[in-house]
Nanobody, 125 residues
Framework: QVQLVEAGGGLVQAGGSLTLSCAAT????????WTWFRQAPGKDREFVAT????????YYADSVKGRFTIWRDHAKNTVYLQMTGLQPEDTAVYYC??????????????????WGQGTQVTVSS
């Protein structure tokens, strides 16, 4: 039984910061690739950031590079997304996902077997 629980969403003014967390009940935590996606109203779900299962590499969407940071805490089986310089365009439901994609497929939601329920991030102008 695998469960991913997100937390940390909320309402923030433009330029502000939030940190999201995703706590997982999953074995071999470090052997999974962990990715954050987001979905804005009326839009498709889009890739945000990945901590690859090699425990070294991170990847970011161009739209968030330099503002968002993904990191993991192995002892807590938790992955985080630190978000700074938030803008209204970042408003979305944010989802964490776990899987074992090949490097070339890590940006695609079909690569992930396990998903959290999502947490709402709203950024006001």
């Amino acid at each position: 039984q695998v469960q991913l629980v997100e937390a940390g969403g909320g309402l923030v003014q433009a330029g502000g910061s939030l940190t999201l967390s995703c706590a997982a009940t999953i074995t071999d935590f470090s052997d999974y690739t962990w990715t954050w996606f987001r979905q804005a109203p009326g839009k498709d779900r889009e890739f945000v950031a990945t901590f690859f299962r090699n425990n070294v590499n991170t990847y970011y969407a161009d739209s968030v590079k330099g503002r968002f940071t993904i990191w993991r805490d192995h002892a807590k089986n938790t992955v985080y997304l630190q978000m700074t310089g938030l803008q209204p365009e970042d408003t979305a439901v944010y989802y964490c996902a776990a899987g074992r994609p090949r490097l070339s497929f890590l940006r695609y939601e079909t690569s992930y077997a396990y998903w959290g329920q999502g947490t709402q991030v709203t950024v006001s102008s």
